[in-house]
């Protein structure tokens, strides 16, 4: 469970990151550049990664309780909307509606990972990351 444990911190760090860079984007109506795709499409993989390694968890120890199941799907919903942007990537928005749209999208995944978070049993938020 270690290396699932690490990876969410990373997670957790690019997603404050990406909120307060697409809220200063859409706010300031900045210009969306490659570095700012490249910024959700990094969240993206590692949802896609933490995705991967809870599967492996998963069926490494076998277990499928109620929790587990409701942790699953609700992850599984969250990568799902963090991969959303890449529908839009070749569109004509604009790019203040591309901050904006990003912005709503990792707000999503975060509601959704906290919701997830909520259906295991005990402290899942402490800060020991080999836990």
């Known amino acids: 469970m270690g290396l699932h444990s690490i990876v969410r911190w990373l997670v957790v760090l690019l997603a404050i990151g990406a909120v307060f860079?697409?809220?200063?984007?859409?706010?300031?109506?900045?210009?969306?550049?490659?570095?700012?795709?490249?910024?959700?499409?990094?969240f993206t993989g590692l949802m896609d990664l933490q995705l991967l390694l809870g599967i492996i968890l998963l069926v490494g120890l076998g277990s499928y309780t109620r929790y587990q199941m409701e942790h699953s799907v609700t992850m599984l919903l969250a990568v799902g909307?963090?991969?959303?942007?890449?529908?839009?990537?070749n569109s004509a928005l604009a790019d203040d509606l591309k901050f904006r749209n990003n912005l709503f999208v990792i707000?999503?995944?975060?509601?959704?990972?906290?919701?997830?978070?909520?259906?295991?049993?005990?402290?899942?938020w402490d800060f020991n990351v080999g836990a």
């Open 21 to 42: 860079k697409f809220a200063m984007g859409w706010l300031q109506k900045m210009e969306y550049k490659p570095m700012d795709r490249g910024l959700m499409s990094g």
């Open 107 to 124: 707000l999503g995944v975060i509601v959704l990972v906290l919701v997830a978070i909520a259906a295991l049993p005990g402290n899942r």
């Open 81 to 89: 909307l963090a991969h959303l942007p890449m529908r839009w990537r």
